[in-house]
Every structure is written in structure tokens, then in C-alpha cells.
């Protein structure tokens, strides 16, 4: 099965079951952990800000124009910042490990 590796705000961290074509913020929300995700994944609200553990930052398609400028609205930015709304789960990204901003 595939699946994600999320760290959560308290540092604790879950291994939650990933299918192909939804996005990370989908799969991170739909397990009940705390993304608010405003706006259900169109890229309009920066709530679903995380960080991608830098091993798999390279596996990622780039940021588009979109997602960089709701990133800089955002809070708390790093390197490894990236709206989860913005990355779809294939099988490439097996095991793959981000961690939620603060809110
Ligand atoms: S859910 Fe709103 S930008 Fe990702």
C-alpha cells in the first residue's frame, strides 16, 4: 500500500495511506489531521502550507506561478515550503515525508 509520512505540529508523526491521483492535502485532510485547507485545493488560500522533507524535494514537479505567489502570502516560508493542495501522489511518491506549517 502506499502511503505518506506526516509530521504533525506537535512533532508527532503518521503514516497515512496514499492513492494516485489525489493531492497531498487531500489525502492529509481526509485523514482528519489539522490542514484547514480553506480553499478546497484551488490554490487561493496557502492553508495547506507544509514543508517536504528535503530527500524528496527533487522528486516534486516545480512550483508554478500560482503556487509561488499564494507561497508568499504565506507565513513561516522555507526552501522546502510547498502547498500540498499543489502536489499530486503518484507512485513516485511513495513514503514520502512533509510536515504541516503552523497555522
Ligand atoms: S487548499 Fe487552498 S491553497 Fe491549497
Known amino acids: 500500500m502506499n502511503k505518506i509520512v ?8 503518521y503514516n497515512l495511506p496514499a492513492n494516485p491521483g489525489s493531492t497531498i492535502m487531500e489525502i492529509i ?3 482528519g489531521l489539522d490542514i484547514e485547507a480553506a480553499c478546497g ?7 495547506c502550507h507544509i514543508y517536504v522533507d528535503n530527500e524528496w524535494l527533487s522528486k516534486l514537479n516545480p512550483k508554478d506561478e ?6 508568499d502570502q504565506a507565513f513561516e516560508i522555507k526552501e522546502n515550503s510547498r502547498l500540498g493542495c499543489q502536489i499530486e ?3 513516485d511518491l511513495n513514503g514520502i515525508i512533509v ?3 503552523p497555522d
Open 6 to 13: 506526516v509530521k504533525d505540529r506537535l512533532g508527532k508523526n
Open 29 to 31: 485532510r481526509d485523514a
Open 41 to 47: 485545493g484551488c490554490c487561493a488560500c496557502a492553508t
Open 66 to 71: 500560482d503556487e509561488e505567489s499564494m507561497l
Open 89 to 91: 501522489f503518484d507512485e
Open 99 to 101: 510536515e504541516l506549517a
